[in-house]
């Protein structure tokens, strides 16, 4: 099977999909299929060497309608001889191209974009359930109503938790054509902590584009009650300058880290440095980066909000708050359990395996793409 994988972002970018992208392609790289990966990127000129199939860039910093038709006519090209199609982004322009190439098409979906980007150009201020629920003027409707329609085209969709599968159903994508697979990560082995610049005692790390719904904010701010914890950021985003000049004004700079955007191994590296993993969101399709800490044996503090409730087991693998909590208060109550023996960590990392073992994911998608393959044939 030839599959040609579309991803908006790859490392070393971070975020879930630049994490996924290349597990996926290798995993069905080692099950005898071909796959090619077109990828957004700010530097064209990567050493993609290393991976075990071809990596094709596109400047992201073209402007948008050149890049638009640039990634098309690229899709073109490069699917002109592949069996499946595998869109982890640029959703538009790949139901745009296969429109002209009419092959089977897979499709992931992480979240919703219009309303991701409503909120960044502050066009609506809701939380991703009511934005779901409620009606907007034009211009919101016209880009729901593309999301929706871009997602009904594929021939299945896969989501990474069910809470995500039950709103792509309300876009309209036929219940038969949605099925759920968990993400997942191999097990790490014992990763180098990278030096944290942090001088407290407790440490706590979150990793992520810095952006609203991510309420990384709300974690500065909870520093205030908690002296003796220290907070790492690791990701970078148009949220940054706002965060710094909150640490300041709360005089908490020097238990703020600011590690900026970072490749996996450097985070990874950070993240085994801390104590635990906290989350902040109003919203997560499924929080990938929760799984990795997990991998790591990290104990997760997580906002009860959408996938997350699927990933962390509270009281086991970590805890889930209320999203209107006092995250100062969380904090005072966890830090004062016994979480951090080795048993517990050990403990946290045979759970994930279990739930998020990578060989069932990998099962899962290949068993997708290529029934995807066979039905378009008999089709």
Known sequence: MKVLIVTGIFPPDIGGPA???????????????????????????????????????????????????????TLLYEGRNVDVIFVNGLALESV?????????????????????????????????????????????????ALRSWWTRQPDRVIVPSQYLARWVLCWGVP???????????????????????LKTPIKAVTVGRLVQWKRVDGLIEALREVPELGLAIVGDGPERPRLEQIARELEVSDRVYFAGQRSKIETTGLMAACDFFVLNSTYE????????????GLPVIATAVGGTREV????????LVPTDGSLGITFREILNKPLWD???RSRIRELMLQDFAVSVMLEKTEAILLHTCSFKRRA
């Open 19 to 73: 994490t996924y992208v290349p597990q996926i392609a290798e995993g069905l790289i080692k099950r005898g299929h071909q796959v090619e990966v077109v990828t957004l990127s700010d530097h064209i000129y990567q050493d993609d060497s290393i991976y075990p199939f071809k990596v094709i860039r596109l400047l992201r910093r073209t402007f948008k309608p050149l890049r638009v038709i640039r990634t098309i006519l």
């Open 96 to 144: 745009i191209a296969n429109f002209f190439l009419k092959k089977p098409l897979v499709m992931k979906v992480v979240g919703d974009l219009a309303w991701e980007r409503a909120k960044n150009l502050g066009w609506a201020a809701d939380d991703f359930e009511t934005f779901q629920k409620r009606r907007y003027g034009l211009r919101i409707e016209l880009l729901k």
């Open 175 to 197: 219940e038969e054509k949605i099925v759920v697979i968990y993400n997942a990560v191999e097990p790490l082995a014992e990763v180098g902590p990278l030096p944290v610049p």
């Open 285 to 296: 399709g499924l929080p990938h980066v929760a799984i990795e800490a997990m991998a790591l």
């Open 312 to 319: 962390v087991k509270h009281g086991i693998t970590g805890f």
């Open 342 to 344: 080795s048993g517990f």
